[in-house]
């Protein structure tokens, strides 16, 4: 069975600030790793996905993630955040050769100061 | 993106009752999934079903629940009965195919008294 954590619960930067999300993943085989964000109260809007390929991933809003498999993970970065991208944050991993199933991480909260 | 329904966003039911949670997913999706959030916590997956046919269920999906999408009108999560532990967060997601982006709905908080 496949694990991911993110190490940090919160995160609290300034407005245009550079952030890095901590995601790690454990699985001994092939997996798809994605990014999800969550605005207060909503539902999860899709960020990234890493499938296979360049380990660097671009998304939506100026967000990034890269892939490494020597370290098990697949961080999330934004050059210069906004107070809009404050949020919850999931990072979620599928099994390529199961049904689907996502497995998400504990969230990190992003506070972006104005 | 691509949108997801979901009817009714709040939800508030006796222990013991039914309940019936409904999801409009993306239009050409073909894999319908159900995830549970407890307040503060990480999304767990309960079901995905594709074809008509659960194709997987965590222990989290209990005897009490059940998944159809009949006549492709919505996909559906039944509770019967319902117990004060189910109160949460209930997300639905589509997908296109099985290992495709799943795009998730805006969810509908169930409250068991």
């Known amino acids: 069975t496949q694990t991911v954590s993110q190490s940090d619960a919160h995160v609290t930067v300034f407005e245009g600030d550079s952030v890095e999300l901590r995601c790690n993943y454990s699985y001994g085989g092939s997996i798809y790793l994605s990014w999800y964000i969550q605005h207060h109260g909503r539902g999860l809007q899709f960020l990234l996905k890493y499938y296979s390929g360049n380990p660097v991933v671009q998304g939506v809003n100026g967000f990034e993630a890269e892939f490494s498999k020597s370290d098990s993970s697949f961080h999330l970065r934004k050059a210069s955040v906004h107070w809009s991208d404050s949020a919850v944050y999931f990072c979620a991993a599928s099994i390529r050769a199961n049904t689907g199933k996502l497995t998400f991480g504990h969230g990190t909260i992003l506070r972006v100061h104005p | 993106g691509p949108k997801v329904l979901q009817i009714p966003s709040h939800q508030i039911i006796d222990m013991g009752q039914m309940v019936t949670l409904n999801c409009d997913p993306v239009?050409?999706?073909?894999?319908f999934y159900w995830y549970k959030q407890i307040l503060g916590q990480q999304m767990e997956f309960l079901v995905n079903?594709?074809?008509?046919?659960?194709?997987?269920k965590s222990k989290l999906f209990k005897d009490q629940f059940s998944v159809e999408r009949p006549d492709g009108s919505y996909f559906t999560l039944k509770i019967q009965p319902t117990a004060l532990e189910d109160s949460a967060v209930y997300f639905c997601?589509?997908?296109?195919?099985?290992?495709?982006?799943?795009?998730f709905g805006p969810g509908t908080r169930l409250l068991v008294l």
């Open positions: 079903f594709y074809n008509g046919k659960v194709m997987e």
């Open positions: 239009s050409n999706h073909l894999y």
């Open positions: 997601a589509s997908s296109l195919g099985h290992q495709d982006t799943q795009y």
